[in-house]
């Protein structure tokens, strides 16, 4: 059974950092894509970034030079280290894991889903 525990979200002032931890067992990530999605209240999840089984990562534009995604394979982690944060960034971040090697960057792409991570960015 595979299990993703995010952690890592809270509240912080516009031009903060936060760093999202998404841990996994049951899964290696190694050989996998994994994704980061967010969801704010009355919008779709959409993609924030992914990283395929080969390192190479994706991002949105919305957060492209801001954040930025890695993984430690000995850990099984992955993360997503946010800066400059702004208020638009408020949302619920979820980790997902796909079952593929390559990032798909709509949800339906991925098997197994974290609780999510609530992310408030204050004005």
């Known amino acids: 059974q595979v299990q993703l525990v995010e952690t890592g979200g809270g509240l912080v002032q516009s031009g903060g950092s936060l760093r999202l931890s998404c841990a996994a067992s049951g899964r290696t990530f190694s050989s996998v894509a994994v994704g980061w999605f967010r969801q704010a209240p009355g919008k779709e999840r959409e993609f924030v970034s992914g990283?395929?089984?080969?390192?190479?990562?994706y991002y949105a534009n919305s957060v492209k030079g801001r954040f930025t995604i890695s993984r430690v394979n000995a850990k099984n982690t992955v993360y997503l280290q946010m800066n400059s944060l702004k208020p638009e960034d408020t949302a619920v971040y979820y980790c997902?894991?796909?079952?593929?090697?390559?990032?798909?960057?709509?949800?339906?792409?991925?098997?197994?889903w974290g609780q999510g991570t609530q992310v408030t960015v204050s004005s």
């Open positions: 990283i395929n089984w080969s390192g190479s990562t």
């Open positions: 997902a894991v796909s079952n593929r090697q390559w990032v798909d960057v709509t949800p339906s792409g991925y098997n197994y």
